[in-house]
């Protein structure tokens, strides 16, 4: 450690995200990145915007922001854009918790508390039930604000709307953050409800069923006051957050409902197949309404089964937590790559179970 670094980063420990391998070419599940292209307006879009990369892009998103609005049948003044949804978390967790703390599940997604070491947010897991499910009253007695992803990460539960809407009724007084980020595939979105409740805030990303996860670009939606207050942060941190060419592909791409429909229509057919052809199998798999599986089989541990696939080109995510070391999870591709997902796995049962 240098003698410049601050004293709180000392033992800070950075997100790590699924690899992403530049030595051979793999069937790549490991990110829940999206199989399909982005829509084809949106590649015209950014590709016509770079002949104006001399120029900065607008500090006021008022396009995209206009765009993502009218999807939702909201004002542009519920929306902030950000760099992905992580830049978008970062500034919620900045504006919001640092003095509060903040509660989410044992399992989800990684980066909360990799963001509250960085920014000292104290924040405390609240166990999910022995099934992975979440149980709504185990945050009512909490004084701090909560924060979930919704379907989860990780396991790709999703928890109905009016349990999410039970979660923000009873914490009235405290916010709550949704990250949506695979809401797409499966669930309601519960956006709707930020002109109910001054304590939501939504956070969805293009990244996964827009097929933008390269262009960066994620959304935060709630009430116009904490729109405000996060925007303020924003401008603050990075005015020109979103770059000029991922601006109008978001824009393009949030206007395609059709192909939007599509990809992820196909997608949850795909998610169907892959999980009965698993169950066939033999795997234990998480009932899943996102982009992603969450599977275990008695006969291979998650950590070997990684490794074996891998061996064959095949990548998935394993995570080393307790409660899911002995999962996989594999994101959902094209039908043609959840085939050859599934051809390894048979291949790697055979040679465990002879
Ligand atoms: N939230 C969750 C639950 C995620 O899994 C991810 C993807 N890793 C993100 C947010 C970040 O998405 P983005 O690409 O928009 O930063």
């Known amino acids: 450690m240098s003698i410049f670094l601050s004293k709180d980063l000392a033992r800070l420990a950075p997100y790590v995200p699924g690899e992403q391998p530049?030595?051979?070419?793999?069937?790549?599940?490991?990110?829940?990145?999206?199989?399909?292209?982005?829509?084809?307006?949106?590649?015209?879009?950014?590709?016509?915007?770079?002949?104006?990369?001399?120029?900065?892009?607008?500090?006021?998103?008022?396009?995209?922001?206009?765009?993502?609005?009218?999807?939702?049948?909201?004002?542009?003044?519920?929306?902030?854009a950000g760099n992905g949804s992580d830049e978008n978390l970062a500034h919620i967790f900045r504006a919001f918790l640092t003095d509060k703390g903040v509660a989410f599940p044992d399992i989800t997604y990684g980066f909360y508390p990799v963001l509250c070491s960085l920014l000292g947010i104290e924040y405390r897991t609240v166990p999910l039930k022995e099934d992975f499910s979440l149980d709504v009253s185990d945050y009512a007695a909490l004084a701090c604000p909560v924060c979930i992803a919704n379907p989860n990460a990780q396991t790709g539960i999703c928890l109905p709307e009016e349990k999410v809407e039970e979660l923000i009724a009873q914490n009235e007084g405290r916010l709550v953050v949704v990250d949506e980020a695979y809401i797409d595939f499966?669930?309601?979105?519960?956006?709707?409800?930020?002109?109910?409740?001054?304590?939501?805030?939504?956070?969805?990303?293009?990244?996964?069923?827009?097929?933008?996860?390269?262009?960066?670009?994620?959304?935060?939606?709630?009430?116009?006051?904490?729109?405000?207050?996060?925007?303020?942060?924003?401008?603050?941190?990075?005015?020109?957050?979103?770059?000029r060419m991922s601006m109008f592909a978001a824009e393009a791409s949030l206007r395609d409902r059709a192909y939007?429909?599509?990809?992820?229509?196909?997608?949850?057919?795909?998610?169907?197949?892959?999980?009965?052809?698993?169950?066939?199998?033999?795997?234990?798999?998480?009932?899943?309404?996102?982009?992603?599986?969450l599977a275990r089989h008695a006969a291979a541990g998650g950590g070997d089964l990684y490794l074996a696939l891998k061996a064959r080109g095949v990548l998935v995510r394993h995570f080393s937590d307790e409660r899911i070391k002995d999962?996989?999870?594999?994101?959902?591709?094209?039908?043609?790559?959840?085939?050859?997902?599934?051809?390894?796995v048979r291949a790697v049962l055979k040679e465990v179970t002879g």
């Open 22 to 80: 530049q030595d051979r070419k793999y069937v790549k599940l490991n990110t829940n990145e999206s199989p399909y292209s982005p829509a084809p307006g949106a590649v015209r879009a950014a590709a016509a915007q770079a002949w104006e990369l001399n120029l900065y892009s607008d500090p006021t998103c008022a396009p995209l922001k206009r765009a993502a609005a009218e999807f939702y049948g909201l004002s542009p003044a519920n929306v902030m």
């Open 186 to 243: 499966g669930g309601e979105s519960c956006v709707p409800l930020i002109k109910k409740y001054g304590n939501l805030i939504v956070v969805q990303t293009m990244s996964k069923s827009r097929s933008l996860a390269g262009a960066r670009v994620g959304f935060a939606f709630a009430c116009e006051e904490l729109v405000s207050e996060l925007e303020a942060v924003r401008a603050s941190f990075n005015p020109y957050n979103v770059n």
């Open 260 to 293: 939007f429909e599509e990809c992820t229509r196909k997608t949850a057919e795909v998610r169907e197949y892959t999980a009965a052809e698993l169950r066939g199998m033999g795997f234990a798999v998480l009932p899943s309404a996102a982009n992603f599986l």
């Open 327 to 344: 999962y996989i999870r594999v994101s959902i591709g094209s039908r043609g790559q959840m085939e050859q997902f599934l051809g390894a």
